[in-house]
């Protein structure tokens, strides 16, 4: 990928990554990703804002091979997808000096061994001068790491907002064409990143805000040349009020389970509840994910493999915690064969979710008319409160 001008003197470079897969050996790639660098020529400096994946440090430093003197280096997240390759552009440019918070100093020392003496932390709102350009630093703390900056450039009104509106997606423009496909990316990334902190992205989005904006370059995906499309869907995403819908997150071996599970799928349709059902043997995490964003109820549905939950239920029950989306209720329906401790184990995997237990609908052998029955009251009582919370 060649350097290509986003607007005057400022050019968007890195790393589209068309075949990745998997991001932190966890996260599912389905789209690809990208790694998001931005060259700012003033009249007297020289600013790189931020790097790439050390996998693509090859093909950055040529991106660079027409820059004859880098001043300045800004690191706005230590983490190595977007430092990664700062040892390597520090080597080809001996002068130029980084400039980082000072939380993010220590990180880059301790993960990357850069030289102290190379590195300057930056006050928050401090400005840069780079002749004819301004940049201005702006402390945007967990989204997603404690130390994440962002930069601001008044003179052209663009946001360099690191991870903050990111997209996992490889796409081969500078700017977002399709919004409808840019919208489920950020969405996921936001949900498997930014969603345990909505609390702060809360207060980032004011710092954003205060500013005119005419593009927001994050460090993953494309360039927002529509900002305010991302930032409403932000601040859907981070409100405090969930929708009226139910995820199903279940696991099935003899089949007890998915009879219960789609008896409950029925009856929550029938009652008017969006439900989003997902099969854990063969479900992308991300999607959950995403599902749990705006969801206000979740039932994991489980047989019992020897005393305790199926261990995908149990995997994808500690994802939801450690995600701490803004569910409401809870509950757990399944089957077993002669006993079963698989509601103790899920509800004590859950102590980050602020959420209301519902009575759990259990199932000795195949269901029949007694568990319907309990189906359909857990129904009522998962519309009932879904109503108690304002979400329908």
Known sequence: MRPREICKDIYFLGAVDWERRLFDALIPLPDGT????????????????????????????????????????????????????????LAQYPQAIVLCSPKCKPMLEEHLEINPDRIRCVTDGELLDLGGKTLEFHYT???????????YCPEEKIWFTC??????????????????????????????????????????????????IRF????????????????????DWISDTPKNETVI??????????????????????????VVKFD??????????????????????TPTVHIGPHPNVMHATILANELRPKL???????????????????SQAIPNLNVELIPPVLCKGKPKGPVFEALDVLAD????????????
């Not at 790189?48 to 004859?68: C, G, H, N, R, T």
């Not at 009582?381 to 329908?392: N, R, S």
Request: some cysteine; hydrophobic content about 45%.
């Open 34 to 89: 990208s790694y998001n660098a931005y060259l700012v020529k003033g009249q007297s400096k020289t600013v790189l804002i931020d790097s790439v994946d050390p996998s693509k440090s090859a093909m950055f430093l040529e991106q660079l091979s027409d820059v004859v003197v880098l001043d300045y280096v800004i690191v706005q997240h230590a983490e190595q997808d977007h430092s990664g390759s700062v040892p390597a552009v």
């Open 141 to 151: 703390p967990w989204v997603h790491w404690p130390e994440t900056m962002s930069t």
């Open 163 to 212: 991870d903050f509106f990111g997209a996992h997606v490889a796409a081969s423009g500078v700017f977002v064409e399709d919004e409808g496909q840019i919208y489920e990316a950020a969405k996921r990334y936001y949900a498997e990143i930014m969603m345990p902190f909505r609390a702060i992205i809360k207060k980032n989005i004011v710092k954003i805000e205060s500013k005119e």
């Open 216 to 235: 927001i370059a994050p460090s993953h995906g494309q360039v927002y040349s529509r900002p305010q499309f991302i930032i409403d869907a932000y601040k």
């Open 249 to 274: 997150a279940f696991i099935s071996m003899h089949d007890s389970t998915r009879i219960m599970v789609d008896y409950l799928v029925d009856a929550l349709t029938m009652r008017d509840v969006k």
């Open 280 to 301: 854990l043997s063969v479900t992308d995490l991300g999607k959950l994910a995403i599902a749990l964003v705006d969801a206000a109820s979740i039932v994991l549905g």
């Open 328 to 346: 409401r209720v809870a509950s757990i329906i399944g089957s077993y064969g002669w006993a079963t401790k698989a509601v103790e184990h899920l």
């Open 381 to 392: 009582q998962i519309v009932a409160k879904h109503k108690e919370y304002g979400c329908c």
